[in-house]
């Protein structure tokens, strides 16, 4: 671009910033709170070199202060120029001559703007030459000759550096001063992990050269008053010279992000946490906080939004999630984390009749499946009984869990259900058969083969009167029952309540289906058992369970998502019902 469609430090740059721009929110650092804050970025720089800098003319400060008769604080935000007119401070911005001291002292502080790091960089960068050792030397040690011609280049380097200004005089330096100016409004839009966002009102600070007052200072009244016409005034933008300089600090902290590729994932991360970064990282981290900052200004001042900072640096072809989606932070994040697999969401809810049920399954996850349940992204639900599931006799007693079943698949969600064959199960899988989904009108709410109703029970499906029988008797301590009386209970309307009966009757003590269930599944894998596991039912099941959750794929874009609930798998397609138009 020529340099003069680019963005440009306006006169008394650091007057109006400290009168009217960014004071509260990102305070200007002294000398060593910006040395410390560029180390945590990775920034090879200290107080020396910094001066040095400063006297180069190749990267200043905001403003330097010096010690005035009275010893009074600069006061903040400024209500008057005395202490520049009178040479108290300096405006340092657009590098003209003033007093510099040979190195740190108590005479005078320098301040600067936590967004001057993306400058930063680039002057330590072209300041810094990498040699080899190795290439000055020879057979009979040093070869000076060599090590004189390089040092030339480097000089010859160096002087065309300075002479070009560092970083440039204008343009870079006028974009940290531009991200500091609206700081006060748009800081706390970068504070934010897309649903909340950290906002904190001014307070007052102060140190032996700076007060700042902003105790009476409030972000909401202050954004409310806002006017980004004065912005675009006072650095005279247009919407090439804005866009020009967001894509700049985009296209820097692209390439210098080693967590670029996360983008997607960080930007719900915490902010606080996201200050636990190191390095590059944080300094990439500051830099896109800027860059957000001019992409808002830019929607302030001409109704349109640029790109996101990371999406700058190459052409998008297809945007994943879609832009549509983004709109809705909760659906954008839940698309983001099935890309990086880290949904936490079950890929499979399977609901138990009762609590030994659920305890049965987990011990066969452990011991067969070789990890919990939740390793698999299963969910275990308890129903407390068939008749949660079904109902009592109301006419629609058998939507409430089905509504339930269709809800998780609209999240995709699959769901297993597995009960005994007491009261009204065979009634609910006949219920489901019919049932359409209020929320897909392509499909059904579910598929009636997701329901498993045991013939008769849990226990006796699955396990020998045998087994039942040796297994109460582990549990009675010393009384024993026999195969025909559980055989018995079998024939019962209610097998397992049959079951407790026979268990009380006997030791006069409660069964503690639990702890039965547990003893069972121990037979399961025991040598001695002639049945493996595979002929039991239960194992069939949650085989082809755990094979629904494994096949199960989150998706990471509206449109597979579409495609995903409009398919058979998580419930029977709808014959289309034709209607014909109204006239």
Sequence with gaps: MEKSELLAIPPNAARLLLRHGGV????????????KFAKARGISIDAARLLRFERLGIFSPLFRVYSSNARKPLELPLTTNRWFTQGYATDTTQGQPHAIPKKNSQDSEAYYSRFQIASLIFTVDQFTASVSLDSFLDDDGLNKEAWLAR?????????????????????????????????????????????TRIV?????????????????????????????????????????????????????????????????????????????????????????????????LYQDLYGKELSHPNEVSSTVITHVPELAVRADARRHMEFVVNRFDLNPAPKLTLFVEGASEEAAIRAIFEHYFG?????HQIEIVDLCGVDTATGGRKEDRFRAILRLVDYLHHHQTFTFLILDDENNARKLKEAAKGLASTLHASRHATRPEYIKIWRTSFEFDNFSATEIAKAMTTLA???????????????????????????????????????????????????????????RPLIRTLERVVRLAALNPFPTMEESWERNQASKYLGKKRTQVKTKPQK
């Design 371 to 375: 990890a919990p349940p939740g390793t």
């Design 200 to 296: 904190s009102d001014g307070g007052f600070s102060s140190d032996q050269w700076m007060t700042i007052n902003g105790v009476a200072w409030n972000w909401g009244d202050y954004a409310q008053a806002w006017d980004p016409s004065r912005t675009k005034r006072v650095f005279k933008l247009t919407p090439e010279k804005l866009k020009h300089a967001f894509e700049t600090l985009a296209f820097q902290q692209c390439q210098l992000d080693p967590l670029e590729r996360w983008y997607q994932l960080l930007q719900f991360i915490s902010p606080r946490e996201r200050d636990r970064l190191k390095h590059k990282a944080l300094a990439a981290e500051t830099i896109r906080s800027g860059a957000f900052m001019l992409r808002l």
């Design 477 to 535: 301590h010393g009384v024993v029952f026999k195969t025909d009386e559980v055989a018995a209970c079998k024939k019962a309307k209610n097998p397992g309540a049959e079951l407790s009966t026979l268990y009380n009757t006997r030791t006069n003590a409660g069964l503690n289906k639990i702890d039965l269930a547990l003893q069972l599944v121990d037979m399961i894998f025991d040598t001695a058992s002639h049945k493996a596991p595979t002929n």
């Design 151 to 195: 040092g030339a280049e480097f000089e010859k380097f160096g002087g065309l550096l300075i002479q070009q200004g560092g970083t440039g005089k204008e343009f870079r330096p006028a974009i940290d001063l531009l991200c500091q100016f609206i700081s006060d409004r748009y800081f706390p839009h970068t504070r934010s992990n897309q649903r």
């Design 24 to 35: 509260h929110l990102c305070r200007p650092l002294r000398s060593a709170e910006f040395i």
